[in-house]
């Protein structure tokens, strides 16, 4: 069964101080791996898709990195609007598009 | 805004009773997906259509059903509501091109069962 973990579940960090997201994977073939952003109350919103070890892609202050177990995403001199939860998500290799989330990394970035 | 629209937006209702849950994927996806989210299980997938037929199948319990139109939205219905059942509930969508595809989430229904 495909497995997603997050880490930390929860952060608090000063504006401007970087910072580090984990998402480890295990799943049996991976296809992608996505990341979202969640705003309370509201629909996860689509950030990045890494397709294979050593993709990187970047928007802004966030860069998602991957590796054949674990996904990072990297906040860089964060703002108070980066504050949400940040979701990862893996879709398994075998022609089904079945999503499995992490249960998130909920962020606070504080003025 | 991702395209994707959902409605009601929020829905109050009593055990016992039955729903409907209403999503049009973006201009041009063919795949609709639904999600379950409660604050102690996380996104949870529910079940996916791709152009009006069942493509994959997730947690979802026997009393509840889904379907894609002909016109491409999708409905989720719940039947038989327990407490357990309040929680949000997301559509997405996607192109589904054959490979990876991106889903795009709607703003969610917010259920109550009281």
């Known amino acids: 069964e495909d497995q997603v973990t997050q880490s930390p579940e929860a952060l608090r960090l000063q504006e401007g101080e970087s910072s580090s997201l984990n998402c480890s994977y295990t799943?049996?073939?991976?296809?992608?791996l996505f990341w979202y952003r969640q705003d309370p109350g509201k629909g996860p919103e689509f950030l990045f898709t890494l397709y294979s070890a050593g993709e990187e892609k970047e928007k802004e202050r966030l860069k998602a990195t991957l590796t054949k177990k674990e996904s990072f995403l990297h906040i860089t001199a964060p703002k108070p609007e980066d504050s949400a939860t940040y979701l990862c998500?893996?879709?398994?290799?075998?022609?089904?598009?079945?999503?499995?989330f992490g249960t998130g990394t909920r962020l606070t970035i504080i003025p | 805004d991702s395209g994707v629209t959902q409605t009601p937006k929020h829905l109050i209702t009593a055990t016992g009773q039955r729903v409907t849950l209403r999503c049009s994927p973006r201009s041009g996806d063919l795949s609709v997906y639904w999600y379950q989210q409660s604050l102690d299980q996380g996104l949870q997938f529910l079940i996916q259509?791709?152009?009006?037929?069942?493509?994959a199948k997730g947690n979802i319990l026997e009393r509840f059903s889904a379907q894609q139109f002909p016109d491409l939205h999708s409905e989720l219905n719940l039947s038989s509501l327990e407490l357990g059942d309040s929680a949000l509930y997301f559509c997405?969508?996607?192109?589904?091109?054959?490979?990876?595809?991106?889903?795009?989430f709607g703003p969610g229904t917010r259920l109550t069962v009281l």
């Open positions: 998500a893996v879709e398994p290799n075998f022609g089904n598009e079945k999503l499995t």
């Open positions: 259509y791709y152009n009006g037929e069942e493509r």
């Open positions: 799943v049996s073939g991976l296809r992608g």
């Open positions: 997405a969508s996607g192109l589904d091109r054959g490979g990876t595809d991106t889903q795009y």
